[in-house]
């Protein structure tokens, strides 16, 4: 009976601990928190909300780009082709030479157009028929004016004659009838000078000419009814008109004689009116055409493109827009935008997995966006207004990319982003793949020679070495791609001497836009950061006049930090310029550090330590202020307010908590007592941060030795790391070790051993000693140790 009631009880617990570890299981699962999905966390970076709009707008707008450039015919006469083209439609084109060798004939045979001269017909039509009415009273010759005598050369029997055709003193009707039918004759042959006769005469097959009579229709008489003013035979000729207008002898001789001696043309040749007739003529040609069957070759591969072949090349691809269904037009412009599609998503995940700098800033992410889409445009314009220029179209504004890129960020965001264009390049030009040996060397050369630009003649000789590489990788590719002909050697150097233009253009374009780029990507380039680091700088020389201390002890940190910088691959230059100013803001109060302290009284002998370490940790705010104020480009602003992070003002610290047990009051709060940071975000801010504290460091040992100097830089490493002020940077532990080894080696060379001078100092024993090849004795005073009072009030006033 015990037993069974002690299972029973056994039973009961255990079922109340299962119990209870079910209910904390169940509480457990309901206080942790669930894993988040990974893509869910990527599409709620806030940088996506304008990241993933600029990337569609550039998609759309590369893949249009694309589209229509491809579909434009990027060849003109004079280029040896590399592929064969052949007719995709039947058309047919009007055949032009026939058309114009038809116009050329009608223009020859069209009658040429001359207008009768009003003033010669009414002189010959009034001097005649007022002839008889003159004559009517003159009984002789010598009654009749010498005037008229003279210029009609008459005589008695012509006088009798005449007087008889007078009626009444006037001339009769007949004689105005004969008068008229003369006028009838001469509009119907023509008088012409000598030089419209001898034209007409030579006109070939044109065997008519057309005359134009004031309120008559235009007529077509044959050019052999011409009379030449200028022929021996005039006067006979005349003569047979005059007969034939009813006049007889002696007065038909008579007026022959008149008209041949008073010769003037009855018609003067109109050459606008002309010209109108004969384009008219040309105009009525009806034009021939030719008829194009699928599969008729326009051009083979290794033919030099002939203007005629170019104009079949153009009708062909008018025939094909106008003839295809709009809807298979569609085809190859979605191919385009899907490519163009991909490469931008490419595009888009390389920067978000690897260029930060560009993906948190949306003014970057579209400057980018922008210029490449600029490039692209830009490379388009040149191959459809130039097609003999597509390996410079497909190479030189890719490199001009690829060197803005590499100025504004690094080798491999320019390397990346320049060859993913270098292909949507070529894709939108309708080029083999070969082109992209061009396009990816150019990205490379621009890439290699521009990384670090600190002198003008650095652009110069990246333009050149650019330039070099892109003529050598065109001249490849077009052995390697077009026929061996007469006229290649010409071709590959023009186009080789264009390539190096282009180099050395493109190094002259960067170098007028260095400003521009510094400005639009909010970065410091190397001729920028010589420029600042002169020490003829305003905001340098105001360092030099009011704290000249702390001018001295950002100089020495500068070197020890610039050296740090080169062995670990770090921006040198950068971080050297960083670290002049980074301690420009103790201007303000420069008594209040002990670097610029002269000996004597001490300003913080009098202030509280809460007092003391506002004036100590001010200097930082200070200099962001003066950074400002100066103008200091925004990525050296860093330097000022990160090279003490957020580490703590020990020496006050330690004041602070004696004075509070002293008081025996409430002990002060460490996070009171540390700078407001932030922690460096990037490795030569850690660098500065460990110069830095090193430097001052040093100054305080009162035996620097090689052996102290390297216990000392090692712990304030160790210090530094364990205290999390490298936790926001990329910096490993053996770049902090190849670190700390390069500081020592130059506070070493700095605070190097000298050998004593007879009467100097026993003091200097050591040095001494050191100087002889003995190492001293491991340092095992305070004088370095963080804990000491003296280290820190040096540490902390030089901050």
Same mark, same amino acid.
């Given at each position: 009976m015990?037993?069974?009631q ?11 601990t299962?119990?209870a570890?079910?209910s904390?299981?169940a509480?457990?699962?309901?206080n942790?928190?669930?894993?988040e999905?990974?893509?869910r966390?990527?599409?709620l ?17 590369a ?16 280029q040896y082709?590399?592929?064969?083209r ?5 058309? #047919?084109?009007?055949n032009?030479?026939?058309?114009e060798d038809?116009?050329r ?7 040429r157009v001359?207008?009768?001269a ?14 008889p009415t003159a ?8 009654s009749v004016a010498s005037?008229?005598r ?11 004659a005449?007087?008889t ?23 119907a ?12 005469q030579?006109?070939?097959s044109r065997?008519?000419?057309?005359i134009?009579?004031?309120g008559?229709?235009?007529a077509?008489?044959?050019k052999?009814r011409?009379?030449?003013? @200028? ?12 007969l034939?207008a009813g006049f @007889? ?6 007026i022959?004689?008149y008209?041949?001696r008073?010769a003037?043309p009855t018609?003067?040749?109109?050459a606008r009116a002309?010209?109108a007739?004969q384009?008219a ?7 021939e055409?030719i008829?194009?069957s699928?599969?008729h ?10 203007r005629d072949e170019y104009?079949l ?11 295809i269904p ?5 085809g190859?412009r979605?191919?385009?935008m ?14 978000a ?20 889409l ?9 191959a459809i207004q130039s097609?003999?220029l597509?390996?410079l179209a497909?190479s ?6 690829a ?7 690094n ?7 320049g060859?993913?264009h270098?292909?949507l390049?070529?894709?939108a ?14 990205v ?6 521009l990384?670090?630009?600190r ?8 333009g ?6 892109l003529a050598v990788a065109?001249?490849?590719v @077009?052995?390697?791609d ?5 006229g ?9 001497s264009w390539?190096?233009g ?21 970065i410091?380039t190397?001729?920028?950061?010589i ?9 340098? #020389?105001?360092?030099?006049?009011r ?6 002890h950002s100089?020495?940190v500068?070197n020890?930090a610039?050296n740090?910088?080169?062995a ?6 950068h971080?050297?310029v960083g ?9 303000n109060k ?6 610029n ?12 330590p ?6 100590i ?5 200070d200099?962001?202020?003066l950074a400002r104020?100066?103008v ?5 602003h860093?330097y ?8 703590l003002?020990e020496?006050?610290?330690h004041?602070?908590?004696?004075q509070?047990d ?5 002990a002060p709060?460490?996070?009171e ?9 990037t490795?030569?801010?850690a660098?500065l941060m460990?110069t ?7 100054r305080?040992l009162?035996?620097p @030795?090689?052996a102290?100097?390297?216990?000392l830089?090692?712990?304030l ?12 940077c990329?910096l ?11 500081i020592i080696k ?9 050998i004593a001078?007879?009467?100097?100092d026993t003091k ?13 004795e ?13 280290f820190e ?5 030089s901050a």
């Amino acid at each position: 009976m015990a037993d069974a009631q002690k299972s029973k009880i056994t039973k009961g617990a255990a079922k109340s601990t299962s119990h209870a570890a079910v209910s904390r299981r169940a509480e457990l699962r309901k206080n942790l928190r669930k894993p988040e999905s990974r893509w869910r966390t990527i599409l709620l970076r806030p940088d996506l909300t304008y990241s993933i709009p600029i990337a569609l707008v550039f998609a759309i707008l590369a893949g249009v780009l694309t589209a229509w450039v491809r579909e434009q015919p990027l060849v003109e006469p004079g280029q040896y082709m590399t592929q064969t083209r052949s007719v995709r439609v039947p058309f #047919r084109v009007e055949n032009v030479a026939a058309l114009e060798d038809k116009q050329r004939n009608a223009r020859q045979n069209t009658a040429r157009v001359y207008v009768a001269a009003p003033a010669v017909f009414d002189e010959i039509e009034n001097g005649l028929t007022r002839l008889p009415t003159a004559l009517a009273d003159a009984q002789t010759l010598d009654s009749v004016a010498s005037e008229i005598r003279e210029t009609f050369q008459l005589t008695d029997a012509e006088l009798a004659a005449l007087r008889t055709e007078a009626v009444a003193g006037d001339a009769s009707q007949a004689w105005r009838s004969k008068v008229e039918a003369l006028v009838e004759q001469l509009y119907a042959t023509p008088l012409l000078d000598n030089e419209a006769y001898q034209l007409e005469q030579t006109s070939g097959s044109r065997q008519w000419i057309e005359i134009r009579v004031p309120g008559r229709d235009p007529a077509r008489l044959l050019k052999g009814r011409t009379i030449n003013l @200028a022929s021996a035979q005039l006067a006979t000729t005349l003569r047979q008109a005059v007969l034939q207008a009813g006049f @007889a002898e002696p007065v038909a001789s008579m007026i022959a004689g008149y008209l041949a001696r008073n010769a003037k043309p009855t018609f003067i040749f109109d050459a606008r009116a002309t010209s109108a007739a004969q384009d008219a003529s040309a105009a009525a040609v009806e034009p021939e055409y030719i008829t194009y069957s699928v599969g008729h070759v326009i051009y083979d591969s290794g033919d030099r493109l002939t203007r005629d072949e170019y104009s079949l090349l153009l009708a062909e691809h008018k025939a094909y827009g106008d003839e295809i269904p709009k809807a298979a037009l569609w085809g190859p412009r979605l191919g385009a935008m899907a490519e163009s599609l991909l490469i931008t998503i490419g595009l888009s995940l390389y920067i978000a997995a690897f260029c930060m700098r560009i993906r948190r800033n949306p003014l970057r992410v579209l400057a980018v966006a922008a210029m490449l889409l600029g490039a692209l445009a830009l490379a388009g314009v040149i191959a459809i207004q130039s097609p003999a220029l597509i390996p410079l179209a497909a190479s030189a504004p890719t490199a001009f990319v690829a060197g803005i890129l590499v100025i504004a960020y690094n080798r491999g965001t320019a390397l990346a982003i320049g060859s993913l264009h270098a292909a949507l390049v070529v894709v939108a030009l309708d080029q083999p793949a070969t082109m992209m040996i061009p396009a990816l060397a150019g990205v490379v050369a621009v890439t290699w020679t521009l990384n670090d630009v600190r002198h003008r003649n650095d652009l110069v000789r990246a333009g050149l070495a650019t330039g070099a590489t892109l003529a050598v990788a065109v001249a490849a590719v @077009a052995l390697m791609d077009r026929p061996l002909s007469p006229g290649l050697w010409r071709t590959l150097l023009i186009d080789s001497s264009w390539a190096l233009g282009a180099g050395v253009a493109i190094g002259v374009v960067t170098l007028a836009l260095l400003p521009t780029i510094e400005r639009v990507f909010d970065i410091i380039t190397g001729m920028t950061l010589i420029e600042l680091r002169d020490p003829k700088q305003p905001l340098l #020389r105001e360092l030099q006049q009011r704290a000249p201390g702390t001018y001295n002890h950002s100089l020495a940190v500068a070197n020890i930090a610039e050296n740090a910088a080169e062995a670990v691959g770090a921006k040198s230059l950068h971080l050297y310029v960083g670290a002049l100013y980074h301690d420009i803001g103790k201007m303000n109060k420069p008594d209040y550090f002990v670097e610029n302290q002269s000996g004597g009284y001490n300003r913080h002998s009098k202030l509280s330590p809460a007092m003391s370490l506002l004036v100590i940790v001010g200097h930082v705010k200070d200099g962001i202020e003066l950074a400002r104020e100066y103008v200091l480009p925004r990525s050296l602003h860093h330097y000022i307010e990160s090279h003490h992070g957020t580490t703590l003002v020990e020496y006050f610290f330690h004041q602070a908590q004696k004075q509070a047990d002293e008081a025996k009051s409430s002990a002060p709060d460490e996070m009171e007592y540390r700078y407001p940071g932030p922690k460096p975000r990037t490795k030569e801010a850690a660098i500065l941060m460990l110069t830095d504290a090193v430097e001052s460091a040093t100054r305080a040992l009162k035996e620097p @030795a090689p052996a102290r100097i390297e216990a000392l830089v090692r712990q304030l490493a160790r210090k530094r790391l364990e205290d999390g002020q490298f936790d926001e940077c990329d910096l490993t532990l053996r770049e902090l070790q190849v670190i700390e080894s390069s500081i020592i080696k130059s506070l070493t060379s700095i605070y190097h051993s000298r050998i004593a001078y007879p009467g100097a100092d026993t003091k200097s024993e050591s040095r001494r000693t050191s100087a002889a090849g003995e190492q001293p004795e491991a340092p095992k005073t305070d004088d370095f140790d963080p804990k000491s009072t003296q280290f820190e009030k040096t540490m902390s006033q030089s901050a």
